[in-house]
Each structure stands twice: as C-alpha cells, then as structure tokens.
C-alpha cells in the first residue's frame, strides 16, 4: 500500500485527490461517478491493459476509522455487479479487471491495489 501526504485545497473532494494521485502514477481517469441499476463506481481508471475499479473513500480525521475499513462486503458486491455491467456496455470482457481503494484520510492518500477480488473478499 502506497501513502502519500497530500497539499490540498480547501473544498477539494476527495475524488478530485484520489484522480489527480492515480494520474501521477500513470493512470488514464475513463470515467467517475459511473451509475447503473446496480450502484455506482467512484472512478474507472486504466494501467496499462487493465481497467481498475476504485472506490473512493474521504475522511476528515480518523475517529471513525480510515476510509478503508468502511468499504463493507455489500459495498464491495455493489461495486463488483456495477463493474461488471460497465465493462459488458464497454466490450471490456477480455481484458483484466481488478478493484482497488483509494483512501483519502485527511491530507494522506492511501492506495490498495487489488484490495478486493471480483468475489468481494
């Protein structure tokens, strides 16, 4: 897992952190806030030839836990059957898909790639 201590402005999302560090990294932003019947995908990103599915979570301070802890198993199902969907409308069926968490703990941006399997655990 890769941390990072963040300059923020004030009023910037967490998407808007989670964005600007996966593209500093090499990522390629395909789409945020993606919504279908099943849920929504907080970003699509692409590395390489994988499209990554990243769930975006913001918090202020940690009293109530780092943002990581709180994407739960129904979260993680919700997230799975959205990515498959978009991947269905996209014609990403053979290409590798993987789901990973951005943290976003006050000024720290934490990164787990893979932080989940396409079977939510």
Same mark, same amino acid.
């Given at each position: 897992m890769a941390a990072e201590t963040l300059k923020r402005l004030p009023g910037s999302g967490g998407e808007d952190a989670a964005c600007a560090w996966l593209e500093r990294r090499g990522y390629r932003i395909l789409a945020r806030n993606w919504r279908? =019947? +099943? !849920?929504? *995908? #907080?970003? *699509? @990103? =692409? &590395?390489g030839s994988t499209t990554v599915f990243v769930e975006v979570k913001e918090r202020r301070n940690a009293s109530h836990g780092l943002g990581l802890e709180a994407v739960t198993w129904s979260k993680r199902q919700r997230l799975v059957r959205a990515a498959r969907l978009y991947a269905a409308a996209k014609g990403l069926s053979e290409? #590798? &898909? =993987? %789901?990973?968490v951005v943290s976003v703990d006050g000024r720290e941006v934490r990164h787990e790639p893979g @932080? %989940? #399997? @396409? #079977? !939510? +655990?």
């Open positions: 279908c =019947r +099943s !849920g929504e *995908v #907080d970003v *699509v @990103a =692409r &590395l290409t #590798d &898909l =993987r %789901f990973d @932080a %989940f #399997d @396409a #079977d !939510g +655990s």
